[in-house]
């Protein structure tokens, strides 16, 4: 298959990228690992006429720690991500998420940015992102603003990213003595999207009772889907297998799939209520690990 | 040492490990146009108007061609003559073909999303697709025919203009009493079953090369059988066949569907004619989804009679074939299917019915296992469906009507395809799934079963049991010749895509010879080496080739002992050959070369032709036991346990055998779990990449255990039965039943295949809890 | 139609398999077409539309890519090694002879890619479990084998890896 013509503009400094995102305007798409770009303009489902290159951009391929955040650059791939220590030891459900993203060789050039800014329901780590309470730095031709991962998804390939912006880095609050987060995502085989996939995210004071909890689900409707039934269903009771079982089907309840070829609407929602039970499950570990307390 | 048994590694290895072989794309002739081809995008309609200004002004574009461009020469094209039943057959059975096939491009309507409706030709693969995307095609639409129910209904009037119905094609075979079977049972059981929509998918996809600036008009495709498509070539062009060369390059996968004429490979020699320019056409994965055949897609409605204590007596079957838009293959694949329904067991009596219906679906035809997957799916579950309604167990029901060694050969009272009298030719299938059950603990894992019930796992058990007719004819021809560098080639007519011919015929050769496997070449695939052969198909090179290369090398032998005899002044009945030299028995070192007995000085080349004519088909066969685990809530599918005990007769060489039988395992496990081409009701295709249409990958596989059997077959020379099919046929099968005792609930009955998780986990749902 | 089409072509020099490869190359030419056509490495294949197949695995300064999923000018400057670069003269990469002692390849077409997916895969676990090889290998699609021998191979040469400190890119 054979892409369209296009424009190529490699961008030296992120400063040019914004200029020339803003000289192109709507023409012009940002390329960055062109896992999901390229396949669609070789099927001639995308023709931008003009890309801005950024995959060049060292500044956005390094993986930084502050006190309290992990500040992942939005041209890190999910290899890097995945291999990453500092992101296994303060934002491990970042690692569950990359891990189980298109393949091996898919993930040595897909970057996290581009999953997270791509506004696809379908992708993994919008919801893990919006469960551990991550933000997104977007700049653009006004200088750069942050945005909650939570308030960053809109609607179905609508996200608060503007034409004229690039999402410049993600900064996920560190997982710190009491907190716990993972994700868990169940597809048919290696590469396929979810058939339905959960993130969570809970603290807990004492370590047996639950005090903040967040649940976001994957392919579940338009947008990473919060299960806020899930969550105060959660919160302030003491921890055993059956709450995480209760609030997997509270979750599931939130959830708006369609039927396709990966099941009916039920079945998804039934697969929805296990990872989400599996999710709470593997986060609560973590917070009882409590690693870095 | 003997190199025929034993394992020796593939002599194909190494130019493909470093990337030197050459598949059909990377074929490289200066001058050459590309060709993009666009498809019908509509299930079904007649065609307006096409406008290819545009596309034929596009950059780099050189023509545009649409049915018109091409006049009488746009087909119907020809199929080989292989396909329709043989007169022998017909005498036989109650038999109605219709052959429908298709033209090089859309001739004013369309029948099936992809079908060829123009052809761009440009100085390169993007122009050609930049021009392909500049063509514009007004279509009337007309109501698709996407089932057989509509196909029946004739649902927009039928398929075919001029034909009453939409029926392709029908048969009845008929074997003993069977209504006097089913008045005298004790039970009759009954089932519909399923075998999805699923293709062959090759890694690398089809491509055809036509050069008409050489002497003699050169094509080169990736098929499967290239003589076929000569002869089709030369039908088409009105040539004799000696006029044109057709040429299998290194062929990156078959599975059946390269086998066929397809409308590309007329279309692109017959630009390349048009225009003087060599022509090439590469095939995109979403081409090969949408426009190469599509495969299985049976229903079948089945009852078993039985006697009381568990003896089958007779079968009915009645199925339908949903066959796309052309009947390509006519009664190939549903005859096969017919011909091995009863497979292992005795079966007294027999009624088998089948009718298929055109659709505006891609073409139906053969991928590995050609219509025996889709007998042995429903004959097995028919018979777990028994085994729980006699309250038997599916395995003692099965030993208890398998045909043993004592009984062969057995007649199963029905003609094979060939029209020759289906005779199963030795074997023990009694013994076969007796040792599977041994190999597989089944005592193990029916005790494991039982301690997970109370945690809430699902552990099941399945059987399939099945045989596989191979090596059918026509006669396939072998030249051993004795090369003036004392090396030994072996031409051939039928290619390879991935096999290892060269491997198992060097053996053979080296053997017959006595000269070391590497100074064997062998040549394959090219009309101009060897003008006659039909094609690497059914599971017949091994038996019917195999077999022409080892008279063919006995034969040289005795020539090159001739000569020898001649040099060193002694009979030919007291020297031999062994590594490369010719000996005298007890003396050694009175020897000459091999190189010595091709000197052009001392006399003509030494060369041995040999055909080999099979007479009928030889049976291979097996046992296939699954394991698996069902997840409660996904439904998903874990295979603990994949055991296979195989029978192909000799083998000639171990590695390649296994490697074709876990290899066909795999197809065999993704026809059972994931594989399926969906249309939708608008007729397009809902499954048109990989994405969609999973293919087993590594993380999906198990590893299975095979074993073997040895029975010689003694229809031919080597005593061996083919081995290339065998192991699609009984995944669906097999897997179907394991997964049914997992769900172990009254009423589950599995009815289909593919099984998908959330087709799993709706039986899970459904039913009540077995006591 | 398009003039500028001529125009709108860079120059790329790009290093593969030890050499530097230089060529004037639209932009939206891949990875995958440049390297057979311009490079004249043919040993990479191209088996499906939708970055799901691997055939067309390279390495990329050392990493498996799947070459139809670049743009040549995305790889200006880089290092790529493809099938044909890895054999010492006569004697096989280590992947190589596993793969043939393990009679991990039947047609071949998709052998290039599972061949460089091994590689980088024994490069960043070389003693991997065979879980691991399944998931190291699960971005590439065999239609023949199924899989068992590719395994085999791979587990095969990492323990020659082991033994020999051979098979590092």
Known sequence: ?293 | MKLTGTSVRRVEDRAILCGSTRYLDDIRIPGTLHCAIVRSQLARGRLASIDVSEAASAAGVVRVFTASDLGPSNGPIPQPTWFPAPEGLRKHIEVMTRPEYAHLLAPGRVRYVGEPVAAVLATSPYAAADGAREVYVDYEPQDPVVNIEQSRALRGGPLNDGRPDNLAARFVVRKGDVDFAFARADHVVSGTFRTGRQTGTPIEPRGVLADPTRPVFTVWSSNQAPHWLRDALATYFGLDPADIRVVAPDVGGGFGIKSMVYPEELLIPGLARLTGAPVKWVETRTENFLAAVHARDQRHSIELALAGDGRFLGLRDTFTTDAGASNLESLVVPYNTAAHLQGTYRIPAALIVHESYLTNKAPLSAYRGAGRPEAVFPVERIIDVAARELGIDPAALRQKNLITGDEMPYQAGIRYRDGTPLSLDGGDYRAVFDEALRRADVKYWREEQSRGRPEGRLLGIGYANYIEGTGIGPTEKAIAALEPDGTVSITVALPSQGQGHATMLGQLTADGLGVPLESVQVRQGDTALLPTGAGTIASRTAVVVGSAVSVASAELRLQVLDRAAGLLEVDPDDLTIRDGRVSVIGAPARSVPLVDCADPDIGPPLTATAGFDPGRVTFAYGAHIAVVEVHPVTGHVSILKYVVVHDCGKLINPMIVDGQVVGGIAQGIGAALSEELLYDESGQLATASFLDYQIPRSTDMPSPEVYHFETPSELNPLGVRGVGEAGTIGPPAALAGAIEDAIGKAGVIIDRCPMPPSYIAGLIDSGVADT | MDESAATDRLDVSISVNGETVTASVEPRLLLAHFLREEAHLAGVRIGCDTTSCGACAVLLDGRAAKSCTLFTVQVADRTVTTIEGIADDDRLHPVQAAFREEHALQCGFCTSGFVMATIELLERNPEPDEREVREGLSGNLCRCTGYVNIVAAALRAANKVGRTGKGRM
């Not at chain 1, 409707?221 to 105060?232: C, F, K, L, N």
């Open chain 1, 1 to 293: 298959m054979y892409p369209p013509r296009f424009k190529y503009v490699p961008a030296r400094s992120l400063e040019e990228a914004v200029d020339e995102l803003a000289n192109y305007g709507y023409e012009a798409k940002v390329l960055a690992g062109g896992q999901s770009l390229i396949p669609m303009m070789k099927l001639r489902l995308a023709s931008p006429s003009v890309l801005i290159d950024i995959s060049r951009l060292e500044s956005l391929a390094t993986i930084s720690e502050t006190a309290q955040e992990v500040r992942i650059g939005a041209m890190v791939t999910e290899s890097a991500l995945e291999r990453s220590p500092v992101v296994a030891g303060w934002a491990p459900a970042l690692i569950d998420t990359s891990r189980v993203i298109a393949d091996p060789l898919v993930r040595n050039l897909a970057t996290v940015g581009g999953n997270a800014a791509h506004g696809d329901p379908a992708n993994d780590h919008p919801a893990t992102l919006a469960a551990t309470g991550a933000s997104f730095t977007l700049l653009g031709p006004d200088g750069s603003r942050t945005v909650p991962a939570g308030d960053f998804f809109e609607d179905i390939f609508t996200t608060a990213l503007e034409p004229d912006e690039i999402m410049t880095e993600i900064a996920v609050p560190k997982q710190k003595a009491g907190t716990g987060s993972a994700y868990i995502k169940y597809e048919r085989q290696v590469g396929d999207y979810a058939i339905a996939g959960a993130a969570a995210y809970l603290k807990s004071d004492d370590s047996s009772t639950v005090g903040d909890a967040r649940i976001y689900l994957t392919n579940l409707g338009p947008i990473p889907v919060r299960a806020t039934d899930a969550e105060s269903l959660l919160e302030g009771q003491t921890v055993s297998r059956r709450l995480f079982k209760e609030a997997g089907s509270a979750a599931a309840c939130a959830a708006q799939p369609w039927s396709d070829m990966r099941g009916s609407s039920e079945y998804r929602r039934r697969v929805a209520a296990m990872v989400t039970g599996q999710a709470l499950e593997k986060a609560w570990t973590r917070v009882r690990k409590g690693r870095h307390g």
